[in-house]
């Protein structure tokens, strides 16, 4: 498995930007960010393929949040523009931490490692 340490969650208002960093010790396969609001279910909000870099978004999230990796210090990150109330939530880094022949890159049941989640509140 990977181990994974999020950073970078706190409070804004409505339109403001955070980013989110996360960084990993072993070697991820695919690896993103998901959230959990109050009452619901964790939801995948952005995945990249290691290697590749190939990136996956939410509809909810797209045209406003950005993933991003630095090989050369073992973190990726989430941008977090135009933020929305919405958008609160526990967000947590979360990594595959095998090569499978097809992934679903923002379903929760295909990713093996998760960090303990950073706090992001946004309010109206």
């Known amino acids: 498995q990977v181990r994974l340490v999020e950073s970078g969650g706190g409070s804004v208002q409505a339109g403001g930007s955070l980013t989110l960093s996360c960084l990993f010790h072993g070697f991820p396969y695919y690896y993103g960010w998901f959230r959990q609001s109050p009452g619901k279910g964790r939801e995948g909000v952005a995945s990249i393929h290691y290697s590749t870099g190939t990136t996956y978004y939410a509809d909810s999230v797209k045209g406003r949040f950005s993933i991003s990796q630095e090989y050369n210090k073992n973190e990726m990150y989430l941008q977090m523009n135009n933020l929305e109330p919405e958008d609160t939530g526990m967000y947590y880094c979360?990594?595959?931490?095998?090569?499978?022949?097809?992934?679903?890159?923002?379903?929760?049941?295909?990713?093996?490692?998760w960090g303990q989640g950073t706090q992001v509140t946004v309010s109206s």
């Open positions: 979360a990594a595959l931490s095998h090569v499978v022949e097809a992934i679903a890159p923002l379903s929760e049941s295909d990713f093996d490692s």
